[in-house]
């Protein structure tokens, strides 16, 4: 069983930055997939960013060139920086995981078998 907390989120204006954390339990990601999702009210939940194994992050196109995934392997902690934010960025985000690699259905939530309690971030203009 893996668990993963989030953490970092918050209130912010446009324009501000963020960073989010994900400890996770264990190397649960030293082989598999792991990624960072956001719901908003009403909403169905959509990837954002998702990283592999050996590091290669991929993105939602609304996030791109905002939003970086990283991963530091010795802390078992994933984490989300996220500039330039907007208001429709106003979401509960969740960090996932899963030990299949990312070769497909990356952005594909039920294809993730752990995820997070969620942490809230808002975006005021």
């Known amino acids: 069983q893996v668990q993963l907390v989030e953490s970092g989120g918050g209130s912010v204006q446009a324009g501000e930055s963020l960073r989010l954390s994900c400890a996770a339990s264990k190397s649960s990601y030293s082989s598999g997939c792991m990624g960072w999702f956001r719901q908003a009210p009403g909403k169905e939940r959509e990837g954002v960013a998702t990283?592999?194994?050996?590091?290669?992050?991929s993105y939602a196109d609304s996030v791109k060139g905002r939003f970086t995934i990283f991963k530091d392997n010795t802390k078992n902690t994933l984490y989300l920086q996220m500039n330039s934010l907007k208001p429709e960025d106003t979401a509960m985000y969740y960090c996932?995981?899963?030990?299949?690699?990312?070769?497909?259905?990356?952005?594909?939530?039920?294809?993730?078998?752990?995820w997070g309690q969620g942490t809230q971030v808002t975006v005021s203009t």
């Open positions: 990283i592999d194994s050996g590091g290669t992050p």
């Open positions: 996932a995981d899963r030990p299949t690699d990312c070769s497909y259905g990356r952005m594909n939530m039920y294809l993730y078998n752990y």
